[in-house]
């Protein structure tokens, strides 16, 4: 089993989309596993994206907000607040089988579902953190880990593979987060924000620093103080990377070489930022070439047939072309569209142990 986190410290680098896309293809791939996807932002966009998209999903994203008790998220961050620092073993209660919302989602996908009133609960969490016994940050850092521990259990520990889709911020669910992920996929777009995003990412879980004077996070001198480990940089995506007319392409090649270069240095300097290699028995990367072509991927924009697919709650790898509605408005997905993004998309899940 592997937990992926997918998270950079900026919004609209599409990880809600791109968690949606992984799990859906990972689970069409590999039936004989179970996918579990735990949705940690609280705008639960792909928690909307799996169950059916913008209308039908956010139906059923509703519907289960209204029940009693809640069986999300922030229904499980409630009931370990109310037991902060002993193990619920109630994990198992919360998940929610995506193929009985949307049938367009492989049935061996499971959702522990987005919920907004993660952001009412934060400051409580993070209190958690700073009360209680001396280690009480460990403990609540680990609610994840045992959210996770209990769902294996229930599956008897059958192989199994989870995507957890973070929040933008460094919030206190983020750091839950990476403290439960083995390793970390980090989308990016080719823009300036994003450099700053991946520099930000480096700094904040991993300590990086560019100046002596540099302030390190909370989050990494405690996981360093408490001896956690750190999720492992698994892949950097540049994810639905617009094709466009030479010049611009010519643009965000630049910006695509630059996030990749300070990527690289990090890999090149002493320090203890780790990375997956990968596949398992694969050579450690000795060359600029190899180590791009281990790390680094790329996945083109199909355009409209992007946002087709998240609208309408359809994988883009089942997606076919032709005329589709979208909020009652008739749209055309293009084979052309599909063709730059499916075999593209499939191939990246085929790199994900």
């Not at 045992?146 to 008897?156: E, F, P, Q, Y």
């Not at 206190?172 to 403290?179: D, G, N, Q, V």
Request: hydrophobic content about 35%; aromatic content about 8%; glycine content about 6%.
């Amino acid at each position: 089993m592997a937990i992926y986190a997918i998270w950079n410290n900026k919004g609209g680098v599409g990880k809600s989309y791109l968690t949606f896309q992984l799990a859906s293809e990972y689970a069409r791939q590999h039936p004989d596993r179970k996918v579990l996807v735990i949705d940690l932002c609280p705008q639960a966009n792909s928690s909307s994206m799996l169950l059916g998209g913008m209308e039908e999903g956010e139906k059923h994203l509703n519907s289960i907000h209204g029940q009693q008790p809640r069986i999300t998220i922030s229904g499980y961050i409630s009931e370990r607040i109310s037991s902060p620092y002993k193990p619920t073993n109630s994990g198992a209660d919360y998940i929610t089988q995506v193929s009985l919302h949307n049938d367009k989602v492989p049935s061996n996908v499971y959702l522990v579902v987005g919920d907004e009133q993660l952001e009412l609960q934060s400051s409580r969490v993070s209190g958690a953190t700073k009360n209680g016994p001396d280690d009480g940050w460990r403990i609540v850092h680990l609610w994840i880990t045992d959210l996770i521990t209990d769902i294996k259990r229930l599956w008897n520990n059958e192989e199994c593979c989870v995507f957890i889709d973070c929040n933008p911020s460094f919030s206190i669910y983020t750091e839950l987060a990476l403290t439960a992920a083995e390793r970390l996929l980090i989308p990016f777009s080719a823009d300036g924000s994003s450099k700053r995003a991946i520099k930000a990412v480096l700094s904040l879980v991993y300590g990086w620093k560019r100046q002596s004077s540099d302030t390190q996070s909370e989050f990494f001198l405690e996981t360093a103080r408490y001896k956690m480990s750190l999720p492992a940089i698994y892949m950097y995506i540049g994810n639905r990377l617009t094709q466009m007319n030479n010049s611009s392409a010519s643009a965000f090649r630049t910006v695509v070489n630059e996030i990749s270069e300070e990527i690289y240095s990090v890999w090149q300097s002493p320090g203890n930022t780790p990375f997956c290699i990968h596949p398992s028995n694969a050579i450690r990367p000795n060359t600029k070439k190899s180590f791009k072509n281990m790390f680094q991927f790329e996945v083109n924009d199909a355009n409209t047939a992007s946002v087709v697919s998240g609208a309408l709650g359809i994988p883009i790898g089942i997606l076919t072309a032709g005329q589709k509605k979208v909020a009652g408005i008739t749209i055309t997905v293009n084979q052309t569209q599909l063709d730059k993004q499916v075999p593209n998309l499939k191939t990246l899940v085929e790199c994900i142990e």
